[in-house]
C-alpha cells in the first residue's frame, strides 16, 4: 500500500521525520520564523534500524510514521548519533512501543543517556570508523566531537552511499511537503536559514567543524541525511560546500554598524558612519539596531561581513545592556577575518567604550585607531570625525 505519511528515500530507507512549527525559539533562543524539521530515518531489511530520533513535543505523529512502516514488525536497533533533546527527547516514547530495542551509540553518548533518560541498558558502543553489520546492512560510525556537542558522530551506509550526518548540514525551516534538495527552491526557501544555522549553532565551533568536515571528505557520497533542514540527493556537493565556505568564515567586503541608542543621539553618529563609508566606496552597508534585533540575525551578519562598527551609549557607568550581551555572544563565535571598528557616546563618566575597548582588545581581529568618544549630541566636528571612521573603514577593507 502507498505510504501516506512517509516518504520512501530508497528501496529500503524511508524519511519519518516531523515538522515542528509550534516552537518558536530553538534552544530557546534562536528565532524560528519558518520552523524546524527533525529529521528521523528508518532502514528496513532484515533488521529495522531507525537513524536519529525528534523532540518529544513532535513524537505522537513520529511513532504514527513509525508504525505505518513497520507495522506489526519489531523495531531492533536505534542509532543516536547526538544525543541533544531535540533529536532524542522522543525516546522513552519509543522504548515503551519497543523495549527490546537496542541503542548504538558511542562512549560519550553513555552517561548523556543515564543522566537525561536513565538509560543503561541495551546498548550497542562504537568507535571511529567501526562497522556493524545488522542484518543485510552495513553501518560505519565516525566520531565528529564538538560539532557541535561532545558525543555527536555521523554514520555511513556504504551500500547505498548514504550519510547520516546528524547536525552537520542541517538548516532550520520545516520540510514543507517536499523533501530533497531537487524538490525545493533551496536559494530562495533555506539559503539564509541554513547559514543562520550554521552561525548560531556551529559557528563556534568551526574549527571542529573544518575537521569534521576533512574527514568525511574521501567517503563516497549519494546522498546526505542531515537531523534538519533538505534531504540532499541530488547535489550533495552543493551542502558541503556551503558548510566549508561557512566553517572558514568567508566574508564579503560589507560593513555592517550596529549601535546600542536610548534616545537617538548614537544612532545619529551611526548614520554619520555609514555615509563615510559609502563615501569610501563600499556598497554593502547595513545599519542594525543593538536593541531591536534579535541577536540571531546579528551573529549570522556579522559572520559574513568583513568590517563591523559598534557604536553604543553609556549606562550606568557601563555599556548599553543589549550591546554588552551582543559583545559577550559575538566574543563566543572566535571570529577571525573581520576589521573591527568602534565609537561610544556618553553623558558625564562614560562606560560604554571602554567596555567596547576590552572587547575589541581581547579579539585578534584588526581594530580600526579612530575610535570617537562623544558627549551628548554629535557637534559637526564630532561628525566629521565619526565619517571619517567610516571612511578608516572603506579604506581598511579595500586595501586588505
Ligand atoms: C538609565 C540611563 C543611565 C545612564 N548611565 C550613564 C552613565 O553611567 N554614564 C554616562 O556617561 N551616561 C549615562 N547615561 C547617559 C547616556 O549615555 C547619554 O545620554 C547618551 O548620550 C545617550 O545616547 P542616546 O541618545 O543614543 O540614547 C545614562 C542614561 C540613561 C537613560
Redesign the pocket.
Known sequence: MENLLTERIKDHLYYIGVNDRETQLFENMWPLPDGVAYNSFLMTGEKNIIIDLVKVNTVSSYIEKVQEILKEDSLDYIVINHVEPDHSSGILNILELYPDVKLICNKKTVPFLKTYYGIEDNLIVVSEGETLELGNRKLTFYMTPMVHWPESMVTYEEESKTLFSQDIFGGFGTLNGAIFDDQVKFDDNYYSETTRYFINIVGKYASQALKALNKLKDLEISTICPVHGPIWRKEPERIVKLYTDLAQQKVKDAVLIIY????????RMAEAVARGVAKGGITDIRIRDVGKTPFSYLLAEAWETKGIILGS??????IFPPMSFLMEELKQQKMKNNIWGIFG????????LKRLREFTEGNKCEVLERQPEI???ANEEELRELIQLGEDMARAILES
Open positions: 546600542g541608542s536610548m534616545y537617538g543621539n548614537t544612532e551609549c553609556s549606562y550606568n557607568n557601563n557616546s556618553y553623558s558625564w563618566s562614560g562606560g560604554a558627549q551628548g549630541a
